[in-house]
């Protein structure tokens, strides 16, 4: 099993910064695609960013320009560096892993729990 566990969200005013981090763990994995998804009050969940392990980046236009996701292979860990943040922003985000165990081969899908991000106007 590939655990994610994200830590980074909080309050912030419009205008402000967060970084978010996905922390992966487990035994016998390789990830090749992570991503940022998010689920506002009342609306389904969105993909907000992905990145791939060879460092292929892709954005929902909402936050284009102002967000910006990397990646660190060697430590299993993503990131989500998030400027002029927007109240529209306001959601709990979500962190994404895809990817294989080895020996024995099998895929994966897992989500992490969430963190909170507020902004206020």
């Known amino acids: 099993q590939v655990l994610l566990v994200e830590s980074g969200g909080g309050l912030v005013q419009a205008g402000g910064s967060l970084r978010l981090s996905c922390a992966a763990s487990?035994?016998?994995?390789?990830?090749?695609?992570m991503g940022w998804y998010r689920r506002a009050p009342g609306k389904q969940r969105e993909v907000v960013a992905g990145?791939?392990?060879?460092?292929?980046?892709s954005y929902a236009d909402s936050v284009k320009g102002r967000f910006t996701i990397s990646g660190d292979n060697a430590k299993n860990m993503v990131y989500l560096q998030m400027n002029s943040l927007k109240p529209e922003d306001t959601a709990v985000y979500y962190c994404n892993a895809g990817g294989y165990y080895s020996d024995p081969y099998s895929n994966f899908n897992s989500w992490g729990q969430g963190t909170q991000v507020t902004v206020s106007s």
């Open positions: 487990g035994s016998h994995f390789t990830i090749t695609t």
């Open positions: 990145i791939t392990s060879r460092g292929t980046t």
